[in-house]
């Protein structure tokens, strides 16, 4: 009896000790197991995040604006652009200016950031006074250059060209082809008759339209 009582201690033990190593492994498996999901839904968080971030970044990039233009366009309306188009792809858009748009005078690189509405005035309609947003329309006495003000030099004097409308005979002949006979005509002339677009000088006895070509990029109203 005490042989048999020995013989089965000595097989219980290691059985019981080799189930608890078993039962160990076990639960260090689920464990890891459990740990590794964790690790994984944490994980799936993060990119979801990133996957936010991404998106609100290319909802910026692609904003748009609404773009009202009118007045001396050939098709006047509203178009909707990338936030960020300059005023010249607007009247492209509106299918140019017309041939009364005074395009020298309009700041066709003016950035679009917001809804807006933009009146393009003739050449009329400034000489009779026309007042726009300086930094879109530079009117023939505002002294702007598109936004920046400035009371000690006019347009003229910070550009370089030519006012053939205020413009002295001594100024008028630093242009080419101009001699003293022909800036006093078109002196003569300007009195009766005050220049609303460059183009009128060609009313001037002996101004043509060559002549004009060689000015016109030098002079302005």
């Given at each position: 009896?005490?042989?048999?009582?020995?013989?089965?201690?000595?097989?219980?033990?290691?059985?019981?000790?080799?189930?608890?190593?078993?039962?160990?492994?076990?639960?260090?498996?689920?464990?890891?197991?459990?740990?590794?999901?964790?690790?994984?839904?944490?994980?799936?968080?993060?990119?979801?995040?990133?996957?936010?971030?991404?998106?609100?970044?290319?909802?910026?990039?692609?904003?748009?604006?609404?773009?009202?233009?009118?007045?001396a366009v050939n098709s006047p309306g509203v178009f909707t652009m990338p936030c960020g188009s300059i005023l010249n792809d607007a009247v492209?858009?509106?299918?140019?200016?017309?041939?009364?748009?005074?395009?020298?005078?309009?700041?066709?690189?003016?950035?679009?950031?917001?809804?807006?509405?933009?009146?393009?005035?003739?050449?009329?309609?400034?000489?009779?006074?026309?007042?726009?947003?300086?930094?879109?329309?530079?009117?023939?006495?505002?002294?702007?250059?598109?936004?920046?003000?400035?009371?000690?030099?006019?347009?003229?004097?910070?550009?370089?060209?030519?006012?053939?409308?205020?413009?002295s005979r001594e100024e008028l002949m630093t242009l080419p082809g101009i001699g003293e006979s022909t800036a006093d005509a078109i002196i003569?002339?300007?009195?009766?008759?005050?220049?609303?677009?460059?183009?009128?000088?060609?009313?001037?006895?002996?101004?043509?339209?060559?002549?004009?070509?060689?000015?016109?990029?030098?002079?302005?109203?």
């Open positions: 009896m005490g042989k048999k009582r020995q013989i089965k201690k000595t097989v219980v033990y290691p059985v019981a000790f080799m189930l608890l190593v078993a039962v160990s492994i076990v639960y260090k498996c689920i464990l890891n197991r459990q740990s590794s999901g964790m690790v994984i839904k944490s994980s799936g968080t993060v990119a979801s995040e990133e996957t936010v971030l991404i998106d609100e970044t290319t909802v910026t990039e692609d904003r748009t604006c609404q773009v009202y233009i009118c007045g492209l858009l509106a299918g140019g200016l017309t041939e009364d748009a005074p395009a020298e005078r309009i700041n066709l690189v003016y950035e679009l950031d917001a809804n807006i509405s933009v009146y393009i005035p003739t050449r009329d309609e400034l000489q009779n006074g026309y007042s726009g947003d300086p930094l879109i329309i530079r009117t023939n006495d505002s002294g702007y250059i598109w936004g920046t003000p400035t009371t000690e030099q006019t347009y003229e004097e910070v550009s370089g060209l030519i006012n053939i409308n205020t413009a003569a002339y300007r009195e009766e008759t005050p220049f609303t677009s460059t183009q009128d000088i060609m009313n001037v006895s002996g101004i043509g339209e060559s002549k004009y070509n060689r000015i016109k990029d030098l002079i302005c109203v």
